[in-house]
């Protein structure tokens, strides 16, 4: 059931309209009785009661509309809907401008209704001037829609270059880069060699991170390079502190996965377990292709102790698990908990849908 107490008052726009429409209406009549010498003081009255009983009857179906949704319907059933509205509202224009006529007005003989032809023949012109009214209602309405449209979709437009610029800045730690600079360095001066490697390893993670957005997608194997990068870059910093392995299966390096999800899974293991511990800790991460379901399984496990705060998850999971979802849907699943089988131990699970490999922009 739908209620017209809940529709909404009509804003001062609308009430700008009507009266300017209804009065442009009238001094159209009044223009053409003095162009057919019929203006008078009652044709006058007449076409003001006239007026002022199409304004409340338009304002009546404008609730109606409202209230049963008529906005939202495909042009068929819209038609169908006003084709019967107009035709009983201009029956029914006519009984009440009539009855005022007869009754306020009361002109004389030569004025009055003849009949039934002159009866038909007004609610046929008012049939029409109802079907104008719709015109311009629904005309106003899809405008004022499709405007509304355009600005939100500018607004996601802009929310997800916003989002993009946050995920971006995320990536790449800023303590990360200044510690790594000035580890280089440092070690310009003892090891020339090995600095210009470790140049090498924070140049590729930089066009890496800067190009990210290019590709939805990267193979599995590119994504393992930036974390090895990644992980020489932080054993300068730590040195013996870090200690790490990866165990992948050679079939799992063409799968498709979103860019940076390891080294942000990694990058979250040294910062809130390893990096705070003065013994260190090790980093384990394991991929395993499971062809029979489609499936691409990998496990970051890392020395700590995985204390979430409630409505707190971290910028850069909550980014990698609605880029998962947009991408695969349901079908991806990324979990962070305690391993059950071994104390002090984080394992971070990530499960893909296998899919086909295809080029990516990435270099």
């Known amino acids: ?108 003989s030569t004025g009055k209704p003849q009949g039934w032809a002159e009866f038909i023949g007004y609610a046929f012109n008012i049939n029409f001037v109802l079907w104008l009214w719709a015109g311009f209602y629904f005309g106003w309405h899809y405008l004022r829609s499709y405007k509304q449209a355009e600005v939100d979709k500018w607004k996601l437009s802009a929310a997800v270059q916003e989002a993009e610029m946050r995920t971006l800045k995320a990536q790449i730690n800023p303590h990360f880069m200044f510690n790594s600079l000035n580890n ?35 193979p599995l194997g590119r994504e393992l390079e930036i974390v090895e990068h990644y992980l020489q870059l932080e054993a300068l910093q730590l040195e013996e502190r870090l200690r790490y392995s990866l165990d992948v299966d050679p079939a799992a390096l063409p799968v498709l996965i979103p860019p940076m999800t390891l080294q942000l899974l990694v990058e979250n293991a040294i910062k809130h377990g390893i990096a705070p511990r003065p013994e260190g800790g090790r980093i384990v991460l394991s991929a395993q292709l499971n062809t029979g379901l489609g499936q691409l399984h990998v496990a970051v496990r890392s020395t700590g102790r995985y204390q979430p705060t409630p409505g707190h998850e971290g910028v850069g999971l909550r980014n990698a698990r609605e880029r998962l979802a947009l991408l695969f849907g349901p079908a991806a699943h990324l979990e962070i908990s305690n391993d059950e089988t071994a104390a002090d131990t984080v394992v971070a699970q990530l499960q893909l849908p296998v899919q086909a490999s295809r080029p990516v922009l990435l270099a």
Do not use: C
């Open 1 to 108: 059931m739908f209620s017209y107490a809940s529709v909404p008052a009509p804003g001062r726009l609308y009430w700008r309209l009507q009266l300017i429409g209804w009065a442009l209406y009238f001094l159209f009549n009044f223009v053409v009785f003095s162009v057919f010498g019929k203006a008078s003081t009652d044709t006058g009255l007449i076409t003001l009661l006239i007026v002022a009983t199409m304004l409340g009857l338009s304002h009546a179906l404008r609730y109606h509309i409202v209230a049963n949704g008529w906005q939202q319907l495909a042009p068929l059933p819209l038609l169908g809907r006003l084709l019967v509205t107009n035709a009983l509202l201009s029956v029914l224009s006519q009984v009440i401008i009539w009855g005022l006529i007869a009754w306020v007005v009361r002109p004389s």
């Open 184 to 218: 280089i360095r440092a070690l310009v001066m003892e090891d020339p060699a090995r600095s210009r490697d470790m140049i090498t390893h924070l140049s590729d993670l930089l066009r890496y991170s800067i190009q990210l957005n290019s590709a939805e997608q990267v």
